[in-house]
């Protein structure tokens, strides 16, 4: 398989400035994700608003940034960047209770790019966190998933984030083909399952002294952040070809995140779902 045909993307919640040991985290991050030199890069919790450079801190330099809704009072949002030019398709507000209760950046962002697959739709996810708000996650994925569906056109279509859901929840179910919602229904390949069926690759873990520290340090482990592959009839588009947990353990003695990222290669299968290959 040709090399120049596969794509890298990347979620990650960096567990902004607010919260201890930034000033390092900051440091470790940025030499992490520029390492991956990936295509598509999803960042959450990143102080967008105080340090707009921060970034291309992260990142380097050269990719195009879309901010997710609207950064918190302290600054603190999402953004979705990529390697080539990308081109908005739609943004969706997903709050759903009073805006004065929900995140300003609990959004999807939706965006079209020519990459090394072909012509590909990115949709960056961000539903509400509250662990008791499934009802909500569950309108606001069907609200992506019908605008997806909605432009997609003959393109290939990834959807990725921090999704404060579980792969068993009611609204991961309905993105991975596994139940209906309001008569829709969709199938994402989760990247992760693909390669790791047996593991359960949690991405918020009490293993993590940032979360043990934290807010919600009661919580059992979980895996929430995804990386999903539209599927057209015949299965996914493209093929998962590897996915991996980013910054899993400390560097140096120092912890990136209570999150731990996900990253995931993309490639153009040998033969189209729906066709024949060679036997």
């Known amino acids: ?95 759903i209770r009073p805006a004065s209760q929900a995140l300003p950046w609990c ?70 083909g596994l139940r209906s919602l309001d008569g829709v229904s969709v199938c994402y390949q989760d990247a992760w399952e693909t390669v790791r069926p047996h593991d359960p690759g949690h991405t918020f873990s009490s293993e993590n002294p940032l979360v043990r520290a934290g807010e919600v340090a009661t919580a059992v482990s979980r895996r929430i952040d995804h990386v999903l592959v539209r599927a057209g009839a015949h299965g996914p588009t493209l093929r998962v070809l590897g996915c991996d947990r980013v910054l899993d353990r400390p560097v140096e003695g120092v912890w990136a995140s209570d999150h731990f990222g996900v990253v995931a290669d993309l490639a153009v299968p040998d033969h189209p779902p729906g066709s024949w290959g060679r036997l």
């Open 107 to 176: 959004a999807t962002s939706i965006v079209e790019l020519d990459t090394a697959v072909g012509w590909l739709l990115v949709a960056h996810h961000k539903p509400s966190w509250e662990f008791g708000a499934e009802a909500e996650r569950e309108r606001q994925a069907l609200r992506a998933a019908r605008a997806v569906e909605e432009h997609v056109g003959s393109a290939h279509a990834v959807v990725l984030g921090d999704f404060d859901a579980t792969p068993e929840a009611a609204s991961m179910q309905f993105w991975r």
């Open 1 to 95: 398989m040709s090399e120049d045909r596969r794509l890298r993307v990347v979620t990650m919640n960096v567990l902004g400035p607010a919260n201890p040991g930034w000033e390092h985290r900051r440091v470790v991050l940025g030499r992490a994700l520029q390492r991956l030199d990936a295509d598509v890069v999803a960042l959450q919790e990143v102080p967008i608003g105080p340090a707009p450079g921060i970034v291309e801190e992260l990142l380097g330099p050269g990719w195009h940034v879309r901010q997710l809704g609207h950064p918190s009072d302290d600054g603190v949002g999402a953004v979705l960047a990529t390697r080539a030019p990308h081109r908005p398709v739609v943004e969706l507000d997903q709050r």
